[in-house]
């Protein structure tokens, strides 16, 4: 018995797996640091996966359906033509009319790789939906572009 006792019979074979390879791990390796504990804490007190935070400042650039969509992260969520939204997805859905995922409409990714926005043949791609990468620019969105702030 690894754990001292009999373990409960409704915990599955899986779990039980697991539970197992992480007790025999820790003996042979030792417990994990304190700030991995901490870290792990955490993520059971605030269920879900993290959100992705933009330094206010932050411009995101989307093209879409031949006009393009400038929003700038803001301390108390995404100004966009005047506006401040609370959310990527509610931005979203105002231009496009229908529910998108904010994050994804965006497109914020990091790195430089042109080749990413560019079809088999080399030309530009463009979405079901008509929308292009914005013209000089590596994606759909130019992923943290910080505007100076004084």
């Known amino acids: 018995m690894i754990f001292g006792r009999t373990p409960p019979a409704a915990l599955s074979k899986d779990l039980l ?3 197992i390879a992480y007790r025999m791990q ?3 390796f030792g417990r994990l640091d304190r700030e991995s504990l901490r870290f792990l804490e955490s993520l059971a007190r605030h269920p879900g996966s993290p959100r992705r ?3 206010p400042g932050t411009v995101l650039v989307r ?4 006009q393009r969509h400038i929003v700038t992260v803001v301390f108390d969520g995404f100004d966009w033509q005047g506006t401040t939204y609370p959310s ?3 931005i979203a859905r105002a231009i496009t009319g229908t529910a998108w995922s904010g994050l994804r409409f965006f497109a914020p ?4 790789d042109a080749s990413r926005c560019r079809n088999k043949n080399g030309s530009a791609r463009v979405g079901r939906n ?3 990468p914005a013209r000089g620019m590596n994606t759909a969105s130019r992923p943290l572009q910080t505007a100076s702030q004084p």
């Not at 990714?109 to 430089?112: A, F, K, Q």
């Open 17 to 19: 797996g697991r539970m």
């Open 26 to 28: 820790e003996q042979a």
């Open 53 to 55: 935070r933009f330094k």
């Open 63 to 66: 093209d879409y359906q031949g």
């Open 88 to 90: 990527l997805s509610a």
């Open 109 to 112: 990714t990091r790195g430089n």
């Open 130 to 132: 008509g929308s292009q």
